[in-house]
């Protein structure tokens, strides 16, 4: 079925931001983070479906981005 709403657990690192209607992660990191476990599930009337994220962000780089400002690298990967 359509999911309803969506939840991650532990709240993302510094800058990122989760949207709890489609499941988007979005945002700028604001500085790193270490290599972490966060529990992304969806849920619907008939119940819930859960998947863990591996998200790491790494400090920031010598070079900046084109649009200014620090770039730091994230890195994420999904395991059911």
Partial sequence: ???SSYSVQPSLPAGLQFNTGNGEIS???TAAAALASYNITARNVTGTATFSLQLAVNPSGSDP???GGKRRDVFAYANS
Avoid: D, E
């Fill in 27 to 29: 945002g700028t990191p």
């Fill in 1 to 3: 079925g359509t999911v």
């Fill in 65 to 67: 981005p084109p649009t």
